[in-house]
């Protein structure tokens, strides 16, 4: 039976979790949101109603290009389609360790005027040289806007069940 090698066109189904057993992303069910969250209609857009990942069914991508994690790239490797492995993934090489530095406040009065920003919400933000850094609202005082640009799951050891559906 063939093995996954790096450079084939794999098609696999995931799961991932955190240590507390939730579910954060998975290709085999749609991911649930808060109500709060979701459009009046459901959450068929995920750029509009900001709900989440809710594509099912497979992924497919080239073995080697880290479309996930490095790691999950690596576990795939030697594996025949219809196998399951899980893997475990220190936070370093997921999302990241939580990093206070990335902590900051901005005066009010640099924000658009249109922006009033609520205690939770994720924004996306441009910097200096116009790069885009997702940020979450930690704080607002009268005078200024505290924002938090790590990763929401910064510092979570992150658990995957993979299949291997097949090698093209």
């Not at 507390?20 to 209609?41: H, R, Y």
């Not at 009268?142 to 938090?148: C, N, P, Q, R």
Request: with cysteine; charged share 30%.
């Amino acid at each position: 039976m063939a093995q996954a090698e790096k450079g084939n066109t794999v098609t696999i189904n995931y799961t991932g979790t955190l240590e507390d057993g939730t579910v954060f992303d998975s290709t085999l069910e749609a991911m649930e949101c808060d109500d709060d969250e979701c459009c009046e209609d459901g959450c068929e857009d995920d750029d509009e109603c900001g709900c989440g990942n809710h594509d099912i069914g497979p992924m497919t991508f080239m073995l080697g290009e880290s479309i996930l994690f490095p790691k999950i790239d690596e576990a795939i490797v030697g594996m025949a389609p219809g196998e399951k492995k899980t893997i475990q993934i220190a936070a370093a090489d997921a999302f990241g360790e939580y990093d206070k530095e990335q902590i900051f406040t901005v005066p009010l009065s640099d924000l658009p005027e249109d922006l009033v920003p609520v205690v939770g919400d994720e924004l996306v933000l441009a910097n200096e040289d116009d790069e885009e850094i997702g940020v979450v609202v930690l704080e607002i005082t009268e005078e200024e806007v505290t924002f938090d640009g790590n990763h929401p799951l910064a510092g979570e050891d992150v658990t995957f069940e993979i299949e291997l559906v097949s090698i093209a």
